[in-house]
């Protein structure tokens, strides 16, 4: 058996890095993380300068023992390829200095105004972030000796904490403004497909409150007193529940008036408050590609199988057949696939989770879509509202991580740059860059010492309290943090590993 997973592992390995679509999607990844981080360093680095504090290194990917390239503005100093020394620096007095940059500021009088040029600008050698150093925060980049000397002006310690904490928070505000901005530049440059209402042939499901005023799922919404209803969006959710009557098509063929009540608007609030959306499309449960070594694959299901039925009960929506298998986990089920023009049976097993193991195929690519194009003006809003809504959906699916499922999903860069397309497409580039900016937003802002977070529940308490927390308190917290974050790292890597290269 042991033989057997080296072997295993060995192909996989061979096959993953020997692939064209590993380079491109390893390509894709690189870029979009040096655009993120490039911008979420930016941030603190222009808080950091527009309130005069001193900035020491500005540097894009890290540079463990090797610099590939730095440039020191202040002295006109270029330099690549430079090694690292842990040697330190000494003195005409005999002060010992970590570097340069701390025997440096030990010259500078209180009050020296920093500028750009102060700050050494470089590029590392290993492409998994970057980083800002900022003279006088409590972090890693900043030696414990140099922290005990007496505080300049030209220091982060120095400010009061909300000069503090919009330094801070500027690294994630930039992700999230990014996100708006990649999110109006798509609306603008190449549209948003919709599924007009009658091309959804399959219907649409509906909220408890609305199966009571006479909706059933399969309806398809046409108008709302007596205007018509081009497609879902917010626009048209609105008009309905504020209507009188709404007209819809019922069974392909009869059109049916439902009769809205008075006031139905706020239990339709209460109900999207409770997590239940008034009007859903109706997804067909329809193959995109399976997962390996899960039920889909063993079952040898394919590419646009259409799945009709678990175990003998009809599943004409992806929630119905979600139902089903959680309905029957642990158990090997009949499957009813429509593949092709041909209706065939297949023996699925479910694992315990109540999964298959297949990625469900995009609604757009069997119902027929319009284009809907934005100017200059109209992209704004629309950009906005999609990174807004992006970010409520992402907060909302922390939770899950906290399932025995939701930490086996977790993963590090192997499932990030598994998101990206297997061709270079930069429309879907930009949409996958655009939801990993908000992602690192997300997780940045949590409350972990060591992430910029952490810093801002430090910065809180003391604006609260009026009380710094101590030097001593601040570098034990720092390293639980780091600790916390490096077993976490390692946990998501482990899952990649395990993931794509031994199951």
Known sequence: MDLLLSTNFLHNLVTTFGSQTFWIKALELILSLSILVFIHELGHYMWA??????????????????????????????AFMVRASNAKITDEEGNEYEDEDEKEDAKLPSNYKATWRDTEYGLGWLPLGGYCAIDGMVDETQSAEKLKRPVKDFEFRSKPAW??????????????????????????????????????????EFSPSAHKIGFVDGDIPLSADGKKLEF????????????????????????VAINIPDKYLFTVNKEMEDGRNFIMLRTPVVVDKTMPNMGAEKAHLRHGDHLIAVNGVATPSFNVFTAQLLANKGK?????????????????????????????????????????????VECVPRGIKLGVDQMVSYVKSLRLIFTKEGAQSLGSFGAIGNLFPEKWDWQY???????????????NILPIPILDGGYVLFLLVEIIFRKKPSMKFMNVALRIGLWFIILLMAYAIGNDVYRFLIK
């Open 429 to 443: 580039f930009w949409s996958i860059t655009a939801f990993l900016s908000i992602i690192l937003a997300v997780m």
């Open 163 to 204: 000069k503090r904490l919009m330094v801070m928070i500027g690294g994630v505000l930039n992700n999230f403004l990014l996100a708006l901005v990649i999110y109006a530049g798509i609306v603008l440059a190449y549209g948003e497909e919709f599924i007009p209402m009658q091309n959804a042939t399959s219907g649409y």
């Open 332 to 376: 090997t089920v009949p499957l009813t696939v429509v593949r092709n023009a041909d209706t065939v049976t297949v023996e699925a097993p479910v694992d315990n989770a109540g999964k298959l193991g297949f990625q469900l195929a995009n609604p757009i690519t069997f119902y027929k879509t319009i284009t809907k194009h934005y100017n200059i």
């Open 49 to 78: 300068r527009i309130f005069g504090i001193k900035v020491n290194k500005f540097y894009l990917f890290f540079n463990p023992s090797l610099t590939l390239w730095k440039w020191k503005p202040k002295n006109h100093k270029h």
């Open 232 to 255: 879902l969006d917010g626009k048209a959710m609105q008009a309905m529940v504020e209507a009188k009557q709404v007209q819809v098509l019922r069974n392909g063929s009869d059109t």
